[in-house]
């Protein structure tokens, strides 16, 4: 905790009686070795988690409610204690230690301001429970409220500010204490669309230059993508895959993942030639789609062609439905008794009514294969 | 036009009302300010009972017991109510409702079974280990088993009005058990205790029956020191002891009610 955040964009250089950056502090890993916990007799929150988050990383844990994201989350936390298994941050293990004794700072999807102090005497909370000295509590709000601008919003009720505010100031409070991790529960789940996007970005550029390890928690698979080094997806309270979002979104574990990530176009493999592919589409060239037995067509490989024009890994369809985007417009298509799903850019050429015959086409390389 | 009827007339029943409630209470004002020391007509106004208010001892020794039972009990019940609010709120999803039950039984039971009650079991203590001697250490022990429900439904309604989270936020901010209450839960939950306070503190002056069947030869409150010395005829006297109390519960009520307000807020 003797470390001091580093801020090395230079006007909080220049206001930090113009030194220069610091070198960023050390940053944690987490590892955590057969994880369960139970909640009463019949629900199973996780089921045997291994996971290693690398120092410095934006680590995601994604999945639907109920999938033990949070439950893993509260135990990284020391707010849950697993019934069995172990953790370890930094090297040292804390599987019993409790949450107030571990250097690890938390982001509540409520932002669990407190009530009754302001928004500078939020900030100063946790440095006031360490013990730090008045003067350089004072300093170190100063320079995280510097740091994620909060401007004058450290003079106001908690009560005064908005949901954005309240957010801002809850990262604020956690990173004044500058954990070894810090831990972030939906943080961006009650905002708005915009705010939200606007947000994300500020949680990156944070996360980049302080060079902290990040533990974010959503069911968002889009705000995963856009935010993380590495996801895991959780379902059942085990962990499905983890990986960096690209692969994960093209290259899902599993159909649960597949499906999780938004893709519905899951196709059982029944006969396999080579790179040829039976499926209930027909029969579809693949190159290097891996052995499963499950074929993942993602909708933005697709291309329409007007018309019937037969060829390799072309599919004659029709028009089901059309959901018009702007940008671009997805389809509903029906192949034979399947259906596919498409989404199409919008370049500026026809894009095909309801009921136009079509031809789909795919890229061989396009298609990948996994398991149930 | 219909709707202008019916709107009169509730404003006329909400005037009538305060009427029914407020009258009786400014006759003794009225009365207490009395020149003569007739009970039918008001003949000026003088300060003269309350004057003789303050050189009667019967009457100061009264109103120092029914202080010391006030405060004292209140700070006891406060101190006992709140614990049992948080006990009440952090294992409010187990299965406890009998045992809140047995908590709030006092409150609807009739004063005057729970004072005999009282009575019946500081005379067998008394009797058999010589402690429980009847005066205001009894008198005190009753009040505080009457004040402490409301407490610790103050102290737990404030409790449930919070975010969970809060408490686990401020475990996450490296409070250890202790700061975790002297600087998280006390100062949250300050504007319940005051609120609880005054509560209690109202509910004690106000108590009749529960303390004369407690109180000793020493200790009489004010409430009972009227009774007795109604049996001899209402004095103007009396109208000033009741006017002051009136004017000391209103004080302790508003108090009470403008911090419950705040804790809504």
Wanted: charged fraction near 20%; charge should be neutral; proline fraction near 5%.
């Amino acid at each position: 905790m003797t470390d001091t955040l580093t801020l090395d964009s230079a006007e909080a250089s220049r206001a930090a009686d113009g030194a220069t950056a610091e070198p960023a502090r050390e940053a944690s890993s987490i590892e955590m070795q057969g994880l369960h916990k139970r909640f009463g007799r019949d629900t199973v929150a996780l089921a045997g988690v291994d996971l290693t988050i690398e120092a410095g990383e934006f680590f995601t844990l994604l999945g639907p409610s109920g999938c033990g994201k949070t439950t893993l989350l509260r135990i990284l936390a020391g707010l849950e204690e697993a019934d069995d298994g172990r953790l370890s941050i930094g090297g040292r293990d804390v599987t019993e230690v409790p949450p107030h004794k571990r250097s690890v700072n938390t982001v509540f999807q409520s932002y669990a301001l407190f009530p009754h102090l302001s928004v500078r005497e939020n900030l100063a909370f946790g440095l006031k429970m360490l013990g730090i000295a008045p003067r350089e509590r004072e300093a170190r709000v100063a320079r995280i409220a510097e740091f994620i601008q909060l401007g004058d919003l450290v003079d106001r009720r908690v009560d005064q500010l908005s949901g954005g505010q309240r957010q801002r100031i809850a990262l604020a409070r956690a990173l004044v204490n500058e954990p070894d991790v810090l831990l972030l529960d939906e943080p961006l789940s009650a905002l708005d669309a915009g705010l939200r996007s606007q947000l994300q970005v500020e949680l990156l550029r944070v996360q980049k230059r302080l060079g902290m390890t990040f533990v974010f928690v959503t069911h968002d698979q889009d705000e995963a993508m856009v935010m993380s080094d590495r996801i895991a997806v959780l379902n059942g309270g085990v962990i499905q895959q983890v990986g960096p979002p690209r692969e994960v979104y093209e290259h899902p574990a599993n159909a649960f993942v597949a499906r999780f990530m938004g893709h519905a176009n899951l196709y059982p493999v029944s006969a396999r030639d080579g790179d040829r592919l039976t499926t209930p589409l027909g029969v579809l060239s693949a190159e290097g789609a891996g052995q499963g037995e499950l074929l993942l067509i993602r909708p933005e490989t697709l291309d329409l062609l007007p018309g019937d024009q037969p060829g390799e890994n072309r599919l004659p369809a029709t028009v089901g439905e059309r959901l018009y985007r702007g940008s671009h417009a997805e389809y509903r298509l029906e192949v034979g008794e399947s259906t596919l799903q498409a989404t199409v850019n919008n370049r500026g050429r026809r894009l095909p009514e309801v009921g136009d015959r079509v031809t789909v086409t795919v890229a061989p390389e396009d298609l990948v294969t996994l398991s149930e | 036009m219909r709707k202008r009827t019916l709107k009169r007339g509730l404003t006329g029943f909400w005037w009538f009302t305060l009427a029914f409630l407020y009258l009786p209470l400014a006759v003794v004002v009225l009365f207490s300010f009395n020149a003569s020391n007739s009970a039918a007509s008001f003949t000026g106004f003088s300060w003269r009972w309350y004057h003789q208010l303050m050189g009667n001892e019967q009457i100061l020794s009264a109103f120092a017991n029914s202080m010391v039972l006030a405060i004292v009990s209140s700070v006891i019940a406060l101190g006992i109510g709140c614990l049992i609010g948080y006990g009440m709120y952090r294992h409010r999803h187990r299965k406890l409702g009998w045992l809140i039950v047995l908590i709030y039984l006092p409150i609807v039971l009739p004063d005057i079974v729970f004072g005999i009650s009282e009575m019946a079991f500081f005379v067998q203590v008394h009797r058999l280990t010589g402690l429980f001697q009847p005066g205001l250490g009894t008198m005190i022990i009753a009040h505080v088993t009457f004040q402490i429900p409301f407490v610790a439904l103050i102290v737990y309604s404030r409790f449930v009005g919070l975010d969970p989270t809060l408490f686990e936020a401020a475990k996450d901010l490296y409070a250890t058990p202790a700061k975790r209450v002297i600087h998280f839960m006390l100062p949250t939950i300050k504007p319940a205790l005051i609120s609880a306070f005054f509560l209690s503190f109202t509910l004690s002056v106000d108590d009749f029956v529960i303390s004369f069947f407690t109180a000793g030869p020493e200790s009489a409150t004010l409430p009972i020191y009227i009774w007795g010395a109604i049996k001899k005829g209402v004095s103007p006297e009396i109208n000033a002891i009741a006017t002051l109390m009136i004017g000391a519960v209103a004080i302790a009520a508003i108090i009470s009610l403008m911090f419950s307000r705040r804790r809504q807020a």
